[in-house]
């Protein structure tokens, strides 16, 4: 198995506790001083050498005491039930970044964390209207976070604002919107309408390729 062979391409939402925008896509310290969330996806197509990841999700709560850059962080791996023992592995080498280049996703975050909490295995409910700015993740006992758009605070109206990355590292470009999130694992935290981001991916060992 090579290395360097894989890909993950599909829906991706990162969620937290900051207000709306991220900061942390700005290289600005966290709204609250610390992050607390999670980041999601659903695999449309992916592989990792000969183990295909077709149809699979996961998502992954995070705690950072500053801004991430600074390390020191906490993850838990929250992986569909439905993979197989060849297929969780390879996630987590993904998730290791062990088979990605410097300066990519998994290996920067490999770098700024220091506690991974043991994983959980949970059936997912997943859906994903990225135009629509709506979505929902339930990764049952463990995670719930659910999206709708950003509301004008007159007129009550949907409110629409985009994120473009041209060199970002996570994704390209992103849907903005609300989220409130309730996570009862191993990092346990709960948000209303805080920060949203919704986006299509394509993630390899060289970094973002959509």
């Known amino acids: 198995m090579a290395a360097s062979d894989w890909r993950l391409e599909g829906e991706w939402m990162k969620n937290c506790t900051c207000a709306f925008g991220c900061p942390c896509d700005f290289n600005a310290p966290p709204t609250k001083g610390y992050c607390k969330g999670m980041v999601g996806m659903r695999i449309a197509k992916g592989h990792f050498g000969a183990t295909r990841l077709d ?9 950072f ?3 991430l850059h600074e390390g020191n962080g906490t993850i838990q791996p929250i992986i569909d039930e439905r993979a197989t023992a060849e297929q969780r592995q390879a996630l987590f080498e993904v998730f290791s970044g062990k088979h990605s280049a410097e300066g990519t996703l998994f290996q920067i975050v490999s ?4 506690k991974i909490h043991d994983p959980v295995f949970a059936p997912f409910e997943f859906s994903f209207d990225k135009d629509g700015r709506v ?10 976070t659910d999206v709708e758009p950003i509301k004008n605070p007159v007129t009550g109206q949907s409110h629409r604002i985009q ?4 060199e970002g590292f996570e994704h390209r470009a992103a849907e903005v919107a ?3 999130i309730r996570s009862t694992g191993a990092i346990p935290f709960e ?3 805080t920060h ?4 299509n991916v394509v993630q390899t060992p060289e970094g973002v390729a959509a």
């Not at 149809?55 to 705690?63: E, K, N, R």
């Not at 770098?111 to 220091?114: L, Q």
């Open 55 to 63: 149809g699979l999700c996961f998502a992954i709560t995070v705690d």
């Open 65 to 67: 005491p500053g801004a």
């Open 111 to 114: 770098m700024i964390v220091t």
């Open 135 to 144: 979505a929902k993740l339930v990764a049952k006992g463990v995670l719930e």
């Open 163 to 166: 994120v473009v990355m041209p």
């Open 178 to 180: 609300s989220a409130n």
């Open 191 to 193: 948000t209303k309408g």
């Open 196 to 199: 949203s981001s919704l986006a």
